[in-house]
């Protein structure tokens, strides 16, 4: 059976990449279902440092095809540098890169809407987005009238198409856009594409048909799904494991094995509710330690204790079997841990993740206090070779989410991973009951 999905269960960064190009090497196929060039993910080898965006990062293996769906929102300028940067270090792309027709295109004016927009959230709070205009281009395809996709570009309607959308968005934004040097701009971006560009829902569908391993690499984290995650403080994607099927067009019967990637503490970057955050000197700790500043826009990355309360609801919600548990090394050298496991919110103490932001807002966390660790952890690679303590924390997470550990890594290397025994075990569909969360 063919298909694995690796899926961010918190606010991104959850070092989706290492654990992708790590399962790369087990599969044929590795497909980004979601999101855009707001992703960072960071694969490290051979002391070389990888910084993936738009293409799958499975793309540094050779044999493996990448697919960028048709759930994605491309921007053309950042993939085109993307290819260049990754051929320039001797990373083949041609043959190996496939990106969707339905994919929507980003415009100019999507990045100054989000701009503009940004910061004028009712309620003043901004959502801090990554200013690529991701949601501009969404909502636009969404609305359908002013969408363009990629496949529109190799069409004769397309200058017509593009003048209409030019107007109206100048009116709509009070500004010019020189719509001839746009059209030129895009008409060389798509002849650069054009080898890549196909029907990749096609490809795909034929692909698990006759049995090919593909893998599907998350972006973002589940927390940040527009339809699951704390709204408005989300992007603008199924980013959770729900997108994988709309994204990609497979649908769910082919995914077998769903892999929840977490950190062995919280971050997020941009605004919004995050209970657990330590704003203080245990925050910046962390901060240092796991070198927490974002990797498309360098903003310091909020950091706090994990928080089993939302893991939970994420593992739920995108049908996780195990659970990889990345940068744990960053934790040593604390003599107590933190972890959350309820909430309390207006008296009452509850285990689910609320639908509201004000409420996860007004949430205030239960800890669990667990004994730390001092060793360095970097240079472990068995799992019985961790210390005591940091098994011990392990084990808590896996108990409160309801799944098992099977993957830990120590550090961001390939290298720095720990595959614990049992090896994971697939599941057939439908699954087998999970056993029910501890606290449940
Ligand atoms: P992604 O967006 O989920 O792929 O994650 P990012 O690449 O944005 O952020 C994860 C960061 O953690 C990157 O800088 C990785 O190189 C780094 N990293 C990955 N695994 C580990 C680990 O186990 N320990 C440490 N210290 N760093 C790690
Ligand atoms: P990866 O794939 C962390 C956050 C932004 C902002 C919100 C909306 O590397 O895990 P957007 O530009 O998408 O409209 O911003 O979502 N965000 C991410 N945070 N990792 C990401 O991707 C993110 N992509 C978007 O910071 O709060
Ligand atoms: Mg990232």
């Known amino acids: 059976m063919p298909g694995t999905c690796v899926v961010g269960l918190q606010w991104g960064d ?14 044929e196929i590795v497909v980004r279902y979601a999101g855009g060039a707001n992703a960072g993910h960071t694969v490290v080898s051979n002391g070389q440092t990888w910084k993936l965006s738009l293409i799958p990062s499975g793309i540094l293996r050779d044999g493996v095809a990448c697919v960028v769906t048709g759930g994605v929102v491309l921007d053309p300028a950042a993939v085109i540098k993307e290819i260049d940067g990754l051929e320039s270090r001797g990373v083949t792309i041609a043959g190996k890169l496939l990106v969707s027709d339905r994919a929507h295109v980003v415009f100019p004016w999507h990045v100054a809407e989000d701009k503009l927009l940004d910061g004028s959230l009712a309620g003043g709070e901004p959502i801090g987005t990554t200013g690529r205009g991701i949601g501009p281009c969404y909502r636009d395809k969404v609305g359908r009238s002013l969408a363009i996709r990629l ?13 209409h959308i030019a107007g109206l968005k100048a009116k709509l934004l009070g500004t010019e856009f020189d719509e001839a040097a746009i059209r030129e701009e895009y008409r060389q971006y798509a002849e650069r594409l054009r080898p890549f560009v196909c029907d990749t829902t096609a490809y795909l569908l034929d692909a698990v048909e006759a049995g090919r391993a593909v893998l599907f690499e998350g972006a973002q984290g589940a927390l940040l799904d527009v339809d699951h995650g704390t709204y408005p403080f989300v992007t603008s994607s199924n980013s959770s494991g729900v997108g994988i099927s709309s994204g990609s067009g497979v649908p769910g019967c082919w995914i077998e094995r769903v892999i929840g990637v977490v950190k062995a503490y919280s971050t997020r970057v941009g605004g919004g509710p995050m209970p657990t955050e330590q704003d203080n000197a245990t925050g910046q700790r962390i901060r240092d330690r796991g070198n927490e500043y974002g990797t498309v826009t360098r903003r310091p990355r909020r950091c706090g204790w994990f928080d089993a309360v939302a893991a939970r609801y994420t ?16 934790l040593s050298g604390f003599e107590t841990l933190e972890i959350c496991s309820a909430y309390r919110i207006g008296g009452n ?5 609320p639908s509201h932001a004000d409420d996860v807002k007004r949430a205030e966390p239960v800890y669990e206090t667990l004994p730390g660790w001092h060793e360095d952890l970097t240079g472990v690679r068995r799992f019985e070779d961790l210390p005591e303590n940091a098994r011990r924390y392990l084990a808590r997470i896996g108990e409160l989410l309801g799944r098992p550990v099977t993957v830990v890594s120590v550090g961001p290397d390939r290298a720095q991973t720990i595959f614990c025994d049992p090896a994971p075990k697939r599941h057939p569909w439908p699954r087998p009951q999970h056993p029910a969360p501890a606290n449940a």
Not at 15 to 25: H, N, S
Not at 154 to 163: M, S
Not at 315 to 324: H, I, M
Not at 349 to 353: E, G, I, K, N, S
């Open 14 to 27: 959850e070092a989706k990449g290492k654990l992708v190009d790590i399962l790369t090497e087990r599969h």
């Open 151 to 163: 496949g529109d570009l190799y069409r004769p309607e397309f200058p017509a198409q593009l003048a």
């Open 349 to 353: 103490v509850v285990t689910q993740f």
């Open 315 to 330: 593992a739920r919600l995108s049908g996780v079997d195990e659970l990889a548990v990345m940068l744990l090394d960053v």
